[in-house]
């Protein structure tokens, strides 16, 4: 078990309905420390830069136009495993699939418009970081 830091973002759909507060409980009473956040509303190239590895897929025009559809919340998250176990509080991409207890589960409308972003693996954690926040700005 080692300390990480992953990168989280609450998504449009929850900002809209006011539900900052409730999801960030969820990762805390996850174990997960919110060591940076900031409220911010992408850009459509900061959105397709984010999601480049999307680009082909059949959603990718509809995602990028969700995600700037309302501020988001972009967060860096701190805990013991933290990128496995933000997937875990996250629940399935697809809330119908998702665990109970889950952010997904709880609070997602669609698989598109699912409430939480979180990286896949530390790779990813590290370059999404850098995406959306300086050093200085991360204070664990
Ligand atoms: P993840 O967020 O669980 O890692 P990804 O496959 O990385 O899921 O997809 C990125 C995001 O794209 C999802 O969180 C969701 O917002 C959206 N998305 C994924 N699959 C679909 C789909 O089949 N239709 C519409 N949107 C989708
Ligand atoms: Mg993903």
Not at 49 to 70: C, Q, T, W
Not at 99 to 110: F, L, N, P, W
Request: hydrophobic share 40%; proline share 4%; no cysteine.
């Amino acid at each position: 078990m080692s300390t990480e830091r992953t990168f989280s973002i609450i998504k449009p759909d929850a900002t809209r309905r006011n539900l900052t507060g409730g999801v960030t409980k969820m990762l805390e009473d996850a174990g997960l420390r919110v060591v940076a956040s900031k409220r911010i509303h992408m850009t459509k190239e900061q959105a397709e830069g984010f999601y480049a590895v999307h680009k082909e897929r059949p959603f990718f025009n509809d995602l990028v136009s969700f995600m700037i559809s309302g501020p988001v919340v972009v967060q860096v998250l701190e805990g013991e495993n933290a990128m496995a176990k933000n997937r875990e509080v996250m629940g399935a991409t697809n809330p119908a699939n998702a665990d109970e207890g889950t952010i997904r589960k709880v609070y997602a409308e669609s698989i598109e418009a699912n409430t939480v972003h979180g990286s896949d693996s530390l790779e990813n954690a590290a370059i999404e970081i850098a995406y959306f926040f300086k050093p200085e700005e991360i204070v664990g």
